[in-house]
């Protein structure tokens, strides 16, 4: 049963234009959520987080949607560069569990120069 | 520079044999973190430790076990019992349950 859910496993968007990552989960305790970026052969590099009492959270080129009613949260990149490209995970922790992560099975995002 | 430092980068296991793969961390964390990543699949968690000499079994513990009994040290066993140990094993660590995990940059483990 996957908890968190990443329903597209690629993405191409041109060089300059907003690249969307979606991300549903499940589990209603989930209360800490997370974007993380991975390179080939690399571990993956924390982007950004949200705590379940925002809705949004921003840094720099990267932002972060949490829907909590819809279970779904989102990852805007503006603008997108070709460094950008990489397998990008979502992952939630539950409060009093927040160590444990669960993670998504990943979006590959192209951006196209 | 602060970091989390898994070896080696590429490990070879012959069948029924145990094999240790090693994280040290110098972040000064108290939690440490083992993941298994499988091909278009998320990462799982394999065990984790809280603090010194103490740790528990994550969803996917069988065939594995670990020791923490240093505060940077995190060994991580695949034994013979796991009887499909061929993946992509990262380890992590973090400081308050606030606080993102930072990753090492893995060990791929395969078998001959």
């Known amino acids: 049963d996957q908890q968190v859910k990443q329903n597209s496993p690629s993405l191409s968007v041109q060089e300059g234009r907003i690249s969307i990552l979606n991300c549903d989960y499940t589990?209603?305790?989930?209360?800490?959520f997370l974007w993380y970026k991975k390179y080939p052969a690399e571990g993956p590099t924390f982007l950004i987080s949200?705590?379940?009492?925002?809705d949004k959270n921003e840094d720099g080129r990267f932002t972060v949607f949490l829907n909590k009613s819809a279970k779904h949260l989102s990852l805007h990149i503006v603008p997108s560069q070709p460094g950008d490209s990489a397998v990008y995970f979502c992952?939630?922790?539950?409060?009093?569990?927040?160590?444990?992560?669960?993670f998504g099975s990943g979006t590959q995002l192209t951006v196209l120069p | 520079d602060g970091g989390i430092t898994q070896s080696p980068k590429y490990l070879f296991r012959k069948e029924g044999q145990n094999v240790t793969l090693s994280c040290e961390q110098n972040?000064?964390?108290?939690?440490m973190y083992w993941y298994r990543q499988d091909p278009g699949q998320g990462l799982r968690l394999i065990y984790y430790?809280?603090?010194?000499?103490?740790?528990q079994k994550g969803d996917i513990a069988e065939g594995y076990s670990v020791s923490r009994e240093k505060k940077e040290s995190f060994p991580l066993t695949v034994t013979s019992a796991q009887k499909n140990p061929t993946a992509f094993y990262l380890c992590?660590?973090?400081?308050?349950?606030?606080?993102?995990?930072?990753f090492g940059d893995g060990t791929r483990l395969s078998i001959l």
């Open positions: 972040l000064n964390h108290d939690a």
């Open positions: 949200i705590s379940s009492i925002k």
């Open positions: 430790s809280q603090i010194v000499n103490d740790f």
């Open positions: 589990n209603s305790m989930f209360d800490y």
């Open positions: 992590a660590s973090n400081q308050g349950s606030s606080q993102p995990q930072h």
């Open positions: 992952a939630a922790s539950v409060r009093g569990r927040a160590r444990q992560l669960t």
